[in-house]
């Protein structure tokens, strides 16, 4: 690894896709960055959040979760991690390159980022986003595709597919990478392409928003070919951005300055690693409170999850915050002390939290900055243990519950139907073989796609086209762009309409 370090002058890019008009308006004194937090905060995709699922999938009951709610939770916490952040950075005068204004900026794009982490997660919470990869999984293999003849001789047809028909299945026709995309589907890569391209503002650059708040939001800056979940490094642990993203997401790394231009080398921004941990402790804590909430989780399990602290005064400490607190409780006759010292536990547990979290940034600022940190900002503190125990509560207590696998069956069913049904509808969709192909079942599921997103795949599978003078490449990418079509069609649903719809086409009152 070189000696490269980032700056915050390059990392706080104002750069957008299109750019932005010079033209100021009488009293509008905000900045890109607050103007991207309207922007988003006003956006149709954002309010749909407050109809897909954190944890408790279809959920009626208006005390649990949604993904809005906890967006609104981690954008707050964000903005806490912001403001301790900074006030640490220029105290100890850790950087020269930042001041207040570059602490003004960062809260900011924190907050934004923080609002959009999960815009780009289908319906059914992460249940969702496994059955995409899974339903991709198996069927790119099985799925074959009839090959234009003219192009035949771009084909180069494996001799087990030289037949009549010239089919051939979708694995054999897309790339590696292509394919990756699909399997190892993500809600991060798709929040990528939802504000840069989906999101209708006021053309096909979605959003438009700032760089520094698109960089913020690549958590894993690598592509699905580039995966390693054995690396000790988390930049590999997921894809941060689709095959069909590859040059926006070459431009913000070069704006932010997160590439290295002599190794090639490109590290996390560092107020994504701020981004994560608010968005580990929203979660963690929140799962937990949804969970006694609904019944699932109880106050000795809280108690056993405390001695996983190796700290000795921290582990006595929120063992006793949480004793007392349920004794409070007991002693002002509340309907029920336990839930009622649980919930007053969980505020305080967040403060230490956010605490320990900006010390652990500051204390591995050179590493951030240099990129070389390769783990969150959990690892090697007192808490540490405690929010993995945390999550593992959660998952075993929750998750795993009958009454949540129920549910997530039933997702299943859903998105599997609506994959199936539109990826047959859309194979032949916009080749010369459409008119012989397109049965009229067929045409009538892509009657039901909204207009934006076909034209979103018409307007960049055209700008394709024209610097592309090779006829397969073009078929490949094309039909690669359909496919990304299904699964932004699928994203954009909601819970509850991905239900209704559901119960709609299959004739289920």
């Given amino acids: 690894m070189s000696n490269y370090k980032m700056n915050w002058k390059t990392l706080i890019s104002r750069d957008s896709q299109r750019g932005r008009t010079n033209v100021k308006i009488v009293g509008d004194l905000r900045t890109p960055f607050e103007k991207d937090y309207h922007r988003i905060l006003s956006s149709a995709s954002f309010r749909r959040l407050q109809d897909k ?8 009951n208006d005390f649990i979760r949604t993904r809005l709610t906890h967006s609104i939770e981690v954008s707050s916490f964000a903005r806490s991690l912001a403001q301790s952040v900074s006030s640490k950075i220029i105290a100890e005068k850790l950087d020269y390159d930042f001041g207040y204004e570059e602490a003004n900026h960062i809260s900011n794009i924190l907050a934004s980022a923080a609002l959009l982490h999960d815009i780009g997660n289908p319906p059914f919470g992460h249940f969702g986003e496994d059955t995409i990869r899974e339903w991709f999984g198996r069927n790119l293999k099985e799925i074959e595709i009839q090959i234009p003849l003219e192009l035949d001789e771009y084909c180069k047809l494996d001799e087990s597919c030289s037949n009549i028909t010239k089919k051939r299945k979708l694995n054999q026709i897309l790339t590696k990478q292509m394919c990756e995309d699909l399997e190892m589907f993500e809600g991060n890569a798709q929040a990528i392409r939802l504000v840069s391209k989906l999101h209708f503002f006021i053309d096909e650059n979605g959003m438009n928003l700032t760089y520094a708040l698109l960089n913020t939001l690549i958590k894993y800056p690598v592509s699905s070919i580039n995966i390693d979940r054995n690396s000790n490094d988390i930049r590999y642990k997921k894809m941060g951005y689709y095959f069909a993203e590859q040059d926006l997401f070459n431009n913000i790394v070069e704006s932010t300055g997160t590439k290295d231009k002599y190794t090639g080398d490109v590290y996390r921004h560092p107020l994504t690693f701020l981004l994560e941990a608010a968005d580990d402790i929203a979660y963690c804590t929140a799962d937990v409170e949804d969970g006694v909430k609904k019944g699932f989780i109880n106050f000795d399990d809280l108690l056993e ?54 010390n652990s940034f500051i204390k591995n600022y050179d590493d951030i900055m240099n990129g070389k940190m390769k783990t969150d900002l959990f690892k090697n503190t007192e808490i540490e243990e405690i929010v993995k125990e945390l999550k593992k509560l959660a998952t075993r207590k929750v998750f795993n519950s009958k009454n949540i696998i129920k549910i997530e069956i039933a997702a299943n069913n859903i998105l599997s139907f609506f994959l199936e049904n539109f990826i047959n509808a859309f194979l032949y969709y916009d080749t010369d073989l459409e008119e012989d192909k397109l049965h009229s079942i067929n045409q009538k599921f892509i009657d039901i796609i909204s207009d934006n997103y076909l034209h979103i795949y018409k307007f960049y599978s055209s700008q394709y086209e024209k610097i592309e003078s090779n006829k397969f490449l073009v078929f490949q990418y094309k039909l690669y762009l359909r496919l990304l079509l299904v699964t932004d069609y699928v994203c954009g649903m909601t819970d509850s309409y991905a239900k209704s719809l559901y119960q709609e086409l299959m004739g289920i009152d």
């Fill in 53 to 60: 699922t954190q944890v408790f999938p279809l959920e009626k």
């Fill in 305 to 358: 999850c405390i001695k996983s602290i190796k700290d000795n005064n921290l582990q006595n400490n929120l063992r006793d915050k949480l004793i007392y607190f349920k004794q409070v409780g007991i002693e002002n006759n509340y309907e029920n002390p336990e839930i009622y010292g649980i919930q007053r536990w969980i505020v305080s547990l967040q403060a230490i939290f956010l605490n320990i979290v900006s």
